[in-house]
């Protein structure tokens, strides 16, 4: 049963405007979430963090969201560039659960258009 | 850059045989991963190292093996390799024991023929 689900496979954007990639959780448990950007023949690289105790972290054009109630949350770039096209990870852990390991979902693709 | 580099970047090796994939760190951090990423999956824990000589087994551990004997390598290693483990493996860091942050190296593309 996949624990972090990414549900959009593929997001289209234009230069300029806002991206908005979501994030579902099934796991009561997780108290951390974590987003990735992974561009094609490198490893993912570490963009942004939000802890449970939070509903909102932001880092320069980054921004997440996150509603616990909801089991939900969500990475806003603002604006998105054609250098933010790339894919997108979600990832959750459990505070001292298994030395912090992470949960991914599948992923989503980014395009920015010029 | 968290200094990880993977060896080899790049290998087709044929089913049956052995394979045995290196990460090296050069920062002394305690923790070490294996991942490996397969469409339609994302990323998915192999096995992972909370220390020298200390192992244990991630959600897809099946036909993997792995070994720390120093600090700065963590090898994963496929006894039998099978045509499923094509994939492309990544090793990362976690950089305290009190962080959630991971960060990855370039990753390993495997091909099993």
């Known amino acids: 049963d996949q624990q972090v689900k990414q549900n959009s496979p593929s997001l289209s954007v234009q230069e300029g405007r806002i991206s908005i990639l979501n994030c579902d959780y099934t796991n009561s448990m997780f108290d951390y979430f974590l987003w990735y950007k992974k561009y094609p023949a490198e490893g993912p690289t570490f963009l942004i963090s939000?802890?449970?105790?939070?509903d909102k972290n932001e880092d320069g054009r980054f921004t997440v969201f996150l509603n616990k109630s909801a089991k939900h949350l969500s990475l806003h770039i603002v604006p998105s560039q054609p250098g933010d096209s790339a894919v997108y990870f979600c990832?959750?852990?459990?505070?001292?659960?298994?030395?912090?390991?992470?949960?991914f979902g599948k992923g989503t693709k980014l395009s920015v258009k010029p | 850059d968290a200094g990880i580099t993977q060896s080899p970047r790049h290998k087709v090796t044929e089913t049956g045989t052995p394979v045995t994939l290196r990460c090296h760190q050069t920062?002394?951090?305690?923790?070490m991963y294996w991942y490996r990423q397969d469409p339609g999956h994302g990323l998915r824990l192999i096995h992972y190292s909370y220390g020298v000589k200390d192992t244990d087994k991630g959600e897809v551990s099946d036909g993997y093996s792995v070994s720390r004997s120093k600090t700065e390598d963590f090898l994963l290693t496929l006894e039998s390799a099978t045509s499923s483990q094509t994939s492309v493996y990544f090793c990362?860091?976690?950089?305290?024991?009190?962080?959630?942050?991971?960060?990855f190296g370039p990753g390993t593309r495997l091909t099993v023929t």
């Open positions: 990362a860091i976690s950089v305290s024991s009190g962080s959630y942050e991971q960060y």
């Open positions: 920062e002394n951090h305690r923790y």
């Open positions: 939000i802890s449970s105790i939070k």
């Open positions: 990832a959750a852990s459990v505070h001292g659960g298994s030395q912090g390991n992470l949960i």
